[in-house]
Antibody, heavy 124, light 107 residues
């Protein structure tokens, strides 16, 4: 079964840090580009970060640039999101997603596999 | 950034109805438009990619079309399991952007 499972969410104070992890299984992780997408409570979807299959190309949303860092360990079939200088507006469910095509496109495309999400709450 | 304007924001429909949701891009995005379905408390699910290609396993009652910068998602005969929120997303350029969503409710 193709699966993504996020972990690492929780309650953190403003200005704090958190590291999210996403464990991939059931497919050749190193062949796929990956992303993080978030959804604030009761709101729509917001793309956060993209990383190419090799890890050499990264794109971030302006809202997280300089604060969040996406990375991956292909040997461990894992995707990460290091979140620093957290703000109240970062409160959201964070989803790990897989790009649909196993070819390296160099930019994010359509997301065919999503994890169940992990909640991050930034509050005093 | 490319803005995606989705309409309507909500609609009420009955089982068996034909439903159309529209998404307009603020500039040309070729066919780089994807549609997702999200049910409460669940992760989104990819329905349509590249404007009109049906994702594997998605029922054929879902279809997508493009006309210039206007894109439509059509459900030909609404089923009980289709009541959900639908989002469009452009993948033409970063930052990827989503429409605001369309909530399809039971009439």
């Amino acid at each position: 079964e193709v699966k993504l499972e996020e972990s690492g969410g929780g309650l953190v104070q403003p200005g704090g840090s958190l590291r999210l992890s996403c464990a991939a299984s059931g497919f050749t992780f190193r062949s796929y580009e990956m992303n993080w997408v978030r959804q604030a409570p009761g709101k729509g979807l917001e793309w956060v970060s993209y990383i190419s299959s090799s890890g050499n190309t990264i794109y971030d949303a302006d809202s997280v640039k300089g604060r969040f860092t996406i990375s991956r360990d292909n040997a461990k079939n894992s995707l990460y999101l290091q979140m620093n200088s957290l703000r109240a507006e970062d409160t959201a469910v964070y989803y790990c997603t897989r790009d649909r095509s196993p070819e390296e496109m160099g930019t994010p495309q359509a997301f065919d596999i999503w994890g169940q999400g992990t909640m991050v709450t930034v509050s005093p | 950034d490319i803005q995606m304007t989705q309409s309507p924001s909500s609609l009420s429909a009955s089982v068996g109805d034909r439903v159309t949701i529209t998404c307009r891009a603020s500039q040309s995005i070729n066919n780089c438009l994807n549609w997702y379905q999200q049910k409460p408390g669940k992760a989104p699910k990819l329905l349509i990619y590249a404007a009109s290609s049906l994702q594997s396993g998605v029922p054929s009652r879902f279809s997508g079309r493009m006309s210039g910068t206007d894109f439509t998602l059509t459900i030909s005969s609404l089923q009980p399991e289709d009541f959900a929120t639908y989002y469009c997303q452009q993948s033409y350029s970063t930052p990827l952007t989503f429409g605001g969503g369309t909530k399809v409710e039971i009439k």
